[in-house]
């Protein structure tokens, strides 16, 4: 059974990068038709798409985070990555990595990591 | 932009049944599979209903998935409620360019 679970500092100051792994363990990341996505969540607020990438490194991004946004896979090691740049506290949320089986939907999440933006 | 749009709560008492709605802001919410999820307090998300009406293996038969043409929605429809079932629900779907668009999450209430 496929587990995800994110990684990286729970603490980013404003105006820096904010940083995050999810590592697949269980199953492949080199799967057909899947997309490894990241998704968070704000204090008290809905679900928001980050972006995600499938196996060969394909991305698809947010359109209102492209330009500080870049995700990144690394199958040797079973990770994906996050990376945010020029944070500021409305980055303040809980990342959640997730698999994304195309039209069948999110079937497996990490646990989420709550990341603050403050100095 | 394409929009799914949910009651912001609903509640209902134990061991009744209640309902659900996400409604497609334009197009035909039967175009593409709408799945459901629920977040308890404190937890990640987890798929009850994909592709409109399947439950993935553990979820139970109470919990289901209908879509109504008429009124371009899809429902989740939950039976013989239990104070578990108290969560937030969250349904999803795609807009016309394929990509994934989550509802803005309905808070169910088991009083």
């Known amino acids: 059974q496929v587990q995800l679970r994110e990684s990286g500092p729970g603490l980013v100051k404003p105006s820096e990068t904010l940083s995050l792994t999810c590592t697949v363990s269980g199953g492949s990341l080199k799967i057909n038709s899947v997309y490894w996505s990241w998704i968070r969540q704000a204090p008290g607020k809905g679900l928001e798409l980050i972006g995600d990438i499938n196996s060969v490194g394909i991305t698809r991004y947010n359109s209102s985070l492209t330009s500080r946004l870049s995700i990144s896979v690394d199958t040797s090691k079973s990770q994906f990555s996050l990376s945010l740049s020029s944070v500021t506290a409305a980055d303040t949320a809980v990342y959640y990595c997730?698999?994304?089986?195309?039209?069948?939907?999110?079937?497996?999440w990490g646990q989420g990591t709550l990341v603050t933006v403050s100095s | 932009n394409f929009m799914l749009i949910q009651p912001h709560s609903v509640s209902e008492s134990p061991g009744k049944t209640v309902t659900i709605s996400c409604t497609g802001s334009s197009g035909s919410i039967s175009y593409n599979y709408v799945h459901w999820y629920q977040q308890r307090p404190g937890s990640a998300p987890r798929i009850v209903i994909f592709?409109?009406?399947?439950?993935p293996s553990g979820v139970p038969a109470r919990f289901s998935g209908s879509i109504d043409t008429s009124s371009n929605s899809a429902s989740l429809i939950i039976s013989g409620l239990k104070t578990e079932d108290e969560a937030d629900y969250y349904c999803q779907s795609y807009d016309k360019t394929n990509h994934e668009v989550f509802g803005g999450g309905t808070k169910l209430t088991v009083l």
């Open positions: 592709e409109d009406n399947k439950r």
């Open positions: 997730a698999r994304n089986r195309g039209f069948s939907g999110y079937d497996t």
